[in-house]
């Protein structure tokens, strides 16, 4: 009978321990975020967001998904502190297949508490890069130097291959994640998340309040998607949507001052370039690429008043093309501006400025129908004599006060040459 007890309390309290731990797996929480693209204020804002929110819910781990070309400095320190200060460990996993950690992606896989790749993907080529103007060579050693301490130390304080991480800012060294995996320089390579839930189970790391041990057993995923505010940055953020919104801001603007008063097109176009600067914040704007886009447009006026037989056409065209072509100063072709977009806008942008200036100055050159401009050069009759100071003249069926400054005879032909006020000023027809 003893016996029996025994193994009946035995019994209890195993079942009182598997639903205690049925009952913890099912509270823990793993956080995922996702930031594809280029890093920009929108997603280092984004991630401060996620990582607090995920302090909030009391997540056991925070998964960063990325895939990104690189970025703005500023944003990539920002995601690299708030990573750094996380009381919850944080993994950046660069994934899916194809993806890449390139130059600020770099920064921020190695700054994570567990770095991991999927397969299929590559990390590397952190060379700074100047956003705005050329960097002369002391300004650019500066930056080097202190980029590549700056790597290096992230990757010294997770045990990291300091070394080649140094050489992808100096020598803008690229690895595939199975390289990554032998030179130290990430964690894992997973596949998906599931698998990557399974490898990191266990594991302690040291967050910014001390060890912590991951517990990701029977965890719930819980993602978290970019609302529409900070997909609309990202999204102006395209060096493809820069430029269409650049270029639509100065037709807007070019309208408003060519037809004052219309207002919407003043409004749209001033919309459209405050978007624009702010998408330049974040990519590698050349200014000699925008002057020429300038000097383009300029051509394109000039063709107007100018005799060239189609040259400042053919020039305004070349230019817009060369300018949009060195506008985004970038090795990387996700960071300029694609071909497919800039000749359809060069072509359009020749006849927009072409048709709209040639009505507007056949309009101009076309002789008044209304008001005395109208009565210039129309022909009459003198009904009295006509001198410098007085007479009358018969002119489109209706009599006017004149003036000549040479004899007119009564009855004699005149053509009117000027007004001045109700009085007409002629001459011998």
Not at 390 to 407: F, T
Request: net charge neutral; hydrophobic share 50%; glycine share 8%.
């Amino acid at each position: 009978m003893l016996y029996k007890l025994h193994i009946l309390i035995i019994l209890i309290i195993i079942s009182i321990s598997v639903v205690s731990s049925a009952d913890d797996s099912k509270g823990r929480i793993v956080y995922v975020v996702k930031i594809s693209g280029t890093i920009n204020p929108s997603a280092s804002e984004f991630v401060t967001a996620s990582l607090k929110k995920a302090n909030d819910l009391k997540a056991e781990v925070v998964i960063i998904e990325l895939d990104t070309p690189g970025g703005l400095d500023t944003s990539m320190r920002q995601i690299v502190k708030d990573i750094v200060s996380s009381p919850i460990p944080v993994v950046v996993y660069v994934s899916p297949s194809g993806a890449r950690a390139a130059s600020a992606g770099a920064f921020i896989t190695i700054a994570a508490h567990i770095a991991v790749m999927a397969p299929g993907t590559n990390i590397g080529a952190a060379h700074p890069v100047a956003v705005g103007e050329k960097m002369d060579k002391t300004v650019a050693e500066k930056a080097e130097n202190d980029a590549a301490a700056y790597i290096r130390s992230l990757a010294e304080s997770h045990n990291r291959n300091a070394d080649w991480a140094e050489k992808a800012v100096r020598q803008s060294a690229s690895i595939t994640e199975t390289e990554a995996l032998r030179l130290k320089v990430i964690d894992l390579i997973s596949e998906d998340i599931n698998t990557l839930l399974k490898a990191i189970d266990g594991k302690e790391v040291k967050t910014a309040v001390g060890q912590k041990k991951i517990n990701t057993a029977g965890a719930t995923i819980v993602r978290n998607e970019m609302g529409v505010r900070h997909k609309i940055l990202d999204f102006i953020s395209d060096p493809n949507v820069a430029y269409m919104l650049m270029l639509i801001g100065f037709y807007g603007i070019f309208f408003e001052l060519t037809n004052p008063g219309s207002i919407f097109p003043g409004v749209i176009g001033a919309i459209c370039l405050i978007l624009a600067f702010y998408s330049f914040q974040t990519l590698p704007v050349n200014y000699a690429g925008l002057l020429l886009i300038l000097v383009g447009i300029i051509l394109f006026l000039l063709e107007i008043k100018v005799v060239s037989y189609g040259l400042l056409t053919v020039g305004g065209i070349a230019s817009i093309i060369l300018g949009s072509l060195m506008l985004f100063d970038s090795p990387d072709p996700l960071m300029r501006v694609s071909l497919s977009i800039i000749i359809p806008f060069a072509i359009v942008s020749a006849l927009f400025f072409i048709l709209t200036f040639r009505l507007a100055y056949k309009a101009y050159k076309r002789t008044p129908v209304t008001g005395m401009e109208s009565m210039i050069g129309a022909d009459g009759i003198a009904k009295t004599n006509i001198n410098d100071k007085d007479g009358l003249v018969l002119v489109q069926g209706e009599i006017w006060s004149a003036r000549s400054d040479e004899a007119i005879q009564e009855g004699s032909n005149v053509t009117v040459i000027g007004s001045k006020g109700m009085v007409l000023k002629v001459k011998k027809a």
